[in-house]
């Protein structure tokens, strides 16, 4: 969980489809024509989109494809306009910044067999992630939950790949037999098979919670995210942050975040997402109690109370001293 650095590429938007109903995918080439950062399965990049939103996306095609970067966006009005950016600000031939690929949601490649659960858009980690293992002839099963079949990305991919039979979709409005029976999927844990779930928050807690049940060890149980954490609530208060280093006293207001009230004092924290995911912005906490709102540490790390995500997290306490 360090920090990373962001080297900035230059892609230019060589295809622009329809996937799904909401959502589109983005085809992205080096703008120079050279060679793209090779990836693993699980990676996501930061993408600079239009109106100078930042948004991480999971790179979805085959791992080991160097010329090109596939991401699927799925138009999201609701959220903070990242989304809407992509899908109506950007056009085939456009350029764009991004950062190179990044994994905290990497495979275990020699696992024996996998389990995969994708809800939604969280698809797209779990395609690289099928490609991969298909590759390397790794045994798995691939479950595919969707509202229907008119949101389901990639269904044509899929059904063309060399492992269409080991997809199961599930469409929430379908026949009550091809329903997702997490109890069933999730049985008899073996110790040497991982699990892999991407998807909204209530998708991807259903599966890590059936899991938990079941008696899967959490070191097999891994997770991602597709979106982010809300910034502010109405709960939300003012407190102070110390800074180690200098003594500084620094307010942050009840609208503001850590990160806002740092920069306008000139302590600048690095950050990527803003949205509690990445753990670009993590930083030491020495003294009072942190109230965790990121969806990076662990249950455990946020109980330890000695790091926090600055840019989404706040203090229980009146005050907290940062080692900055
Ligand atoms: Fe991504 Fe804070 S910037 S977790």
Same mark, same amino acid.
């Given at each position: 969980m360090t920090n990373e650095t962001t080297s900035l590429l230059t892609v230019r938007v060589a295809r622009k489809t329809v996937e799904a109903e909401g959502i589109a995918g983005f085809e992205l080439v080096a703008a120079d024509g050279s060679e793209l950062p090779a990836f693993d399965a699980g990676a996501h990049i930061d993408v600079h989109a239009p109106g100078g939103l930042l948004r991480q996306y999971s790179l979805c095609n085959p791992p080991g494809e160097r010329h090109r970067y596939l991401i699927g966006v799925l138009r999201d009005p609701a959220s903070r306009g990242g989304s809407v950016a992509m899908h109506d600000g950007l056009k085939e031939g456009d350029t764009l910044q991004i950062s190179a690929p990044k994994n905290h949601f990497p495979l275990v490649e020699d696992a024996p067999r996998s389990l995969l659960f994708a809800g939604g858009i969280g698809v797209t980690p779990i395609l690289a992630m099928a490609e991969r293992l298909h590759a390397l002839g790794r045994d798995f099963t691939f479950h595919y939950a969707c509202r229907s079949p008119a949101r389901t990305a990639f269904t044509e991919r899929i059904r063309a790949s060399g492992f269409a039979d080991k997809v199961l979709f599930h469409h929430d409005d379908g026949a009550a037999e091809q329903k997702l029976d997490l109890p069933s999927a999730l049985k008899s844990p073996a110790a040497g098979t991982h699990?892999?779930?991407?998807?909204?928050?209530?998708?991807?807690?259903?599966?890590?919670?059936?899991?938990? *049940?079941?008696?899967?060890?959490?070191?097999?149980?891994?997770?991602?995210?597709?979106?982010?954490?809300?910034?502010?609530?109405?709960? *939300?208060?003012?407190? *102070?942050?110390?800074?180690?280093?200098?003594g500084a006293v620094i307010r942050v207001e009840a609208a503001q975040t850590v990160v806002q009230a740092l920069e306008a004092n000139g302590v600048f924290v690095p950050v990527s997402c803003e949205q509690g995911v990445c753990g670009t912005c993590l930083t030491r906490v020495l003294e009072g109690e942190v109230e965790h709102k990121d969806l990076y540490l662990t249950p455990e790390e946020q109980a330890a109370n000695d790091q926090f995500l600055p840019c989404c997290s706040r203090a229980k306490s009146e005050r907290l001293v940062l080692d900055l």
């Open positions: 699990l892999y779930v991407c998807g909204p928050k209530g998708f991807l807690e259903a599966v890590r919670a059936q899991a938990a *049940d079941a008696g899967w060890p959490e070191a097999n149980v891994h997770y991602e995210y597709f979106a982010g954490v809300e910034a502010h609530s109405a709960a *939300d208060r003012h407190f *102070d942050v110390v800074i180690k280093s200098s």
